[in-house]
């Protein structure tokens, strides 16, 4: 299975009165992540339904382990962890920067503060059924480009 790593800040529009990131948020970062996956596998999302087909989620979580502040950086991880018939499964690891400034202190990997899942469908935007995945994206998620 693949997986895509990009980097985030925290930036002010993403945190509360407290300067804590807003917990909506998070999922900003994941699907930003999980776009330049599939932008790499060849199904950018510049369109509303790239080649034709659409990809709804029917399931989204996120467990928060650790606060993100404002200014806070790091990096978001997606990984393909599981492909149906008409369905793919992203799970996410949001890192903070052990300074949370930019880069990882002492040479760590950092801190998780969030995990997340999300699941999406293939469905025909015309006619709001799913669809199997094509067999292209199928490959490219399970790594058999």
Not at 91 to 114: I, Q, R, Y
């Amino acid at each position: 299975m693949v997986s895509h790593t990009v980097p985030f800040t925290v930036a002010w529009r993403h945190v509360d009165a407290a300067g804590l990131i807003y917990y909506p948020n998070i999922f900003r970062y994941f699907e930003e992540a999980e776009h330049q996956l599939l932008a790499r596998l060849g199904y950018p999302h510049n369109e509303p339904a790239p080649k034709g087909i659409a990809f709804p989620r029917v399931h989204v979580e996120c467990n928060y382990l650790r606060p993100l502040q404002l200014g806070d950086s790091g990096t978001v991880t997606c990984s393909v962890t599981k492909v149906g018939e008409k369905s793919m499964t992203f799970e996410f690891d949001v890192v903070k920067h052990k300074n949370g400034k930019g880069e990882s202190a002492g040479g760590t990997e950092g801190v998780l503060c969030a995990k997340g899942q999300i699941v999406s469908v293939t469905m025909d935007p015309a006619t709001g059924q799913g669809v199997p995945l094509p067999t292209d994206l199928r490959a490219a998620l399970e790594g058999l480009e």
